[in-house]
C-alpha cells in the first residue's frame, strides 16, 4: 500500500494549531479567520509540552502574561517540544510587550500584541527565521530600546502630554535620530526638537481607523541616510497600542475614582487625595480642613418627589459648591447626600498662629446662599427656597494626626451641628 506523500502531511501539520493560555480568545478569532485549520487550546505552558509530543503542529499562539516569572524557561521548554519546523508566535498585551520582546532570544520566533489583527497574524505565519535564528519579522532590539519599553509600560497613567513625549524620546533611541515626533488625533509631542522635514514617516491606527503618525528627523550618524521601513512600521503598530493601552487605563482609573451621578471624585478617590497631601503637610507647615456636610432633611425631599428629585439635589450641591469654592479646593461625593470638600492651601506655608477654618466660612457661606436660591427640578419654588445643609469642620494637624481621625472628627462636627438644630457650620465643636 502506497504511503502517502509528504507535502500532504506537511500541509495537514501546518493547518494545525496549538493555542496556550488562552486569555484573550486567540482561538476563537483563529477559528474565524481560518475555519478549516484543526485549532487546539492548553491552558498551561506544562499541559502543552505534554500535547506537543504526542501531535506535532505548524503554529504555537502562546499567550504571555506580564505576571510570568520564568517566560524564558517556558519558551526554551516549547521551542525543544515543538520542534525548529513549527512557528512559536507569542501573544501579549501592550503592558507585557518588553519582556515578551526579549523572550524571542529564548526560541520564539515573532511576537504579536492584542487584539490580534488579521494582517500581523499572516505576516507572522509567513516569515520565516534568518540563518542566525533571529526573527525576520521583528528587528533586535538595543538594552536602551527594552529599559525604555519596560519605563514606558509602567507609566501608562502618566498626563498624556508626558506619555505622547516618553514614545517620542522611544524613537528617538531606537532609530538614533536626531528628532522624533508622535502625532495623535490633534496632540503632538517632539524629542530633541521639531521634525519640520521628516525623513519617515508611518500612519498610527486603531481598529483600522488612522489616529496619527510617527515621524523621524535625520540619523544622528552620518554613515547612512535612510532608516529601515519595517522596523518604523512596527513600532508604529507597538506606540498604537501602548496610546490604545494608556487612554484605557486613564479611562478606567477615572471610572473608578468618579461618582456616577454627580461626576464629583468619589470617597475612594477622597482617601487616596488626603493621604497624599496630609504627607506634604508633615513638612512643609501647611494646613488641611476638612468638610463633611449632607443636604438637611434629604429623605424627605426623596420621599416626597421621588427618587429623580433627590438624584437633582445631589448633583446641583455638587456644582454649586464647585462653582462657590477656590479654584484647587477638592469637592467629593462621600455617600448618599453627604460630601466632602477639601480645603488646603497650595503652594505657601501658613503663618503661626492663623485660623484655617475660620478663613473658609465665608466660602461656605457664599455656597449655602446659593443654594437657598437655587430651584432644583421636581421641586416646587417655595420647597427649593429653603434647601439648606448642616456641616462640620476639622483641621490636620490642629485635630487630627491621621486621615482617618480628620474624617472622624469632621464628622463628628457633622453630627453636633444636627443634633443642635441643623443649617449650620460647627467647627471643633463651636457653631458657625
Known amino acids: 500500500m502506497a504511503q502517502p506523500e509528504e507535502p500532504n502531511s506537511q500541509s495537514q501539520c501546518e493547518r494545525r494549531v496549538l493555542v496556550i493560555n488562552d486569555q484573550e480568545d486567540v482561538a476563537g478569532q483563529l477559528r474565524t479567520r481560518y475555519p478549516d485549520w484543526d485549532i487546539r487550546v492548553s491552558e498551561t505552558y506544562l499541559s502543552a509540552i505534554a500535547d506537543l509530543s504526542e501531535q506535532p503542529v505548524g503554529a504555537i499562539f502562546a499567550y504571555v502574561d506580564s ?4 517566560l524564558d524557561k517556558a519558551v526554551a521548554g516549547l521551542r525543544d517540544a515543538a520542534g525548529s519546523d513549527a512557528r512559536l508566535l507569542l501573544c501579549c498585551r501592550a503592558d507585557a510587550e518588553p519582556a515578551t520582546r526579549a523572550a524571542l532570544d529564548s526560541g520564539a520566533d515573532d511576537y504579536l500584541i492584542c487584539p490580534l489583527r488579521a494582517d500581523e497574524v499572516e505576516a507572522a505565519l509567513a516569515s520565516q527565521r534568518d540563518s542566525d535564528g533571529t526573527p525576520a519579522s521583528i528587528p533586535p532590539a538595543s538594552i536602551d530600546e527594552l529599559k525604555s519599553l519596560g519605563e514606558i509600560v509602567s507609566r501608562l497613567d502618566a498626563p498624556p502630554d508626558s506619555f505622547l513625549a ?19 488625533e490633534g496632540a503632538a509631542a517632539t524629542s530633541g526638537g521639531g521634525v519640520s522635514e521628516p525623513v519617515m514617516t ?17 540619523p544622528v550618524s552620518t554613515s547612512g541616510d535612510t532608516f529601515d521601513r519595517s ?10 497600542h501602548l496610546i490604545t493601552a494608556a487612554s484605557d487605563h486613564r479611562r ?33 507647615g501647611t494646613t488641611v480642613t476638612l468638610l463633611m456636610f449632607d443636604v438637611d432633611y434629604f429623605k424627605r425631599y426623596n420621599d416626597t418627589y ?9 448633583r446641583g450641591c455638587g456644582e454649586l459648591f464647585r462653582r462657590n469654592c477656590r479654584e484647587h479646593d477638592v469637592v467629593t461625593r462621600y455617600g448618599g ?3 466632602a470638600v477639601v480645603f488646603w492651601d497650595k503652594g505657601r506655608t501658613r503663618e503661626p498662629g492663623s485660623q484655617h477654618p475660620s478663613e473658609l466660612l465665608p466660602i461656605i457661606e457664599r455656597f449655602r446662599r446659593s443654594l437657598k436660591d437655587h430651584r432644583f427640578a421636581g421641586i416646587s419654588m417655595a420647597e427649593g427656597s429653603r434647601l439648606t445643609i448642616s456641616g462640620g469642620l ?11 481621625e480628620l474624617i472622624t472628627r469632621a464628622d463628628e462636627a457633622l453630627l453636633l451641628a444636627k443634633r443642635e438644630g441643623k443649617n449650620r457650620i460647627c467647627i471643633g465643636g463651636k457653631n458657625g
Open 166 to 184: 516618553s514614545l517620542a524620546d522611544l524613537l528617538r533611541t531606537a532609530f538614533g535620530a536626531r528628532s522624533a515626533g508622535v502625532v495623535v
Open 202 to 218: 508611518e500612519p498610527l491606527t486603531h481598529d483600522g481607523k488612522a489616529i496619527g503618525h510617527v515621524a523621524l528627523g535625520p
Open 337 to 339: 447626600d453627604e460630601f
Open 252 to 284: 478606567y482609573h477615572d471610572l473608578a475614582y468618579t461618582d456616577e451621578l454627580s461626576g464629583l471624585p468619589n470617597r475612594r478617590y477622597l482617601l487616596e487625595f488626603l493621604s497624599g497631601l496630609i504627607e506634604r503637610t508633615r513638612t512643609d
Open 67 to 70: 505576571s510570568d516569572t520564568e
Open 394 to 404: 476639622a483641621s490636620f494637624p490642629t485635630d487630627a494626626s491621621s486621615v482617618e
Open 306 to 314: 421621588g427618587h429623580d428629585a433627590g438624584d437633582e439635589i445631589i
Open 231 to 240: 522596523k518604523l512600521a512596527h513600532y508604529a503598530r507597538l506606540i498604537g
